[in-house]
């Protein structure tokens, strides 16, 4: 089975294939030839997701999955939430911000947090969203320096490592978009 993941983040397609069964071929946005940047305009998490599924499904005629991913803490109202990528600016510059976070985060004692992930999984005939929600906190500074994103400001519950000083698969056991996978997968399955 054939199936596209919706995204231009190569760290998150290695992530996802190393996630699905062998059986499904992943095929990447540059695989089907869509190289423009798939708008992200909606104000919610699950929309955005959508979008993104629809577009490929609508403009390529291919099933297709998309995700989308919100950092959200609870010292700031749940923000940046779905301005995770563009929280600094509009260049998407993850140490930026990190920085921002971690200036904002000043003087909270309380640093919990979450992922929210939402897969969206789009084919000619239904649309089905998949959640995934990994909690944790902030940590004071960065460490490591393997992943991508906010990973090394976020300590996952329960573990003594921030997500870029685990390798691909101990994040993928345990992360937002890991159990958001493992619900789509099941789905394919059934
Ligand atoms: P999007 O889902 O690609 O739009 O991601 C929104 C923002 O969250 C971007 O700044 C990503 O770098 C960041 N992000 C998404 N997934 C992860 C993750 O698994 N770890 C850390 N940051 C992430």
Redesign the pocket.
Known sequence: MKLVFA?H?QH?FR?VKELVPSHIELLSLTDIGCFEDIP?TEPT?EG?ALLKARYVLNNYGLSCFA?????EVKALDGAPGVY????AGPE?N?DA?MKKLLRLMNGHADRSAR?K?IIAYCTSESEELFPGICKGEILQHPRGDK?????PV?LPEGYEYS?AEMDQTT?GAI???GQAIEKLVLHLST
Do not use: M, V
């Open positions: 995204t983040n998150k992530e992200e998490i955005n995700d989308d991913t919100g950092l995770s990528a563009r929280f998407n993850a911000n992922f992930t992943g991508f994103g906010y990973d976020f997500f994040k992360s937002h978009r």
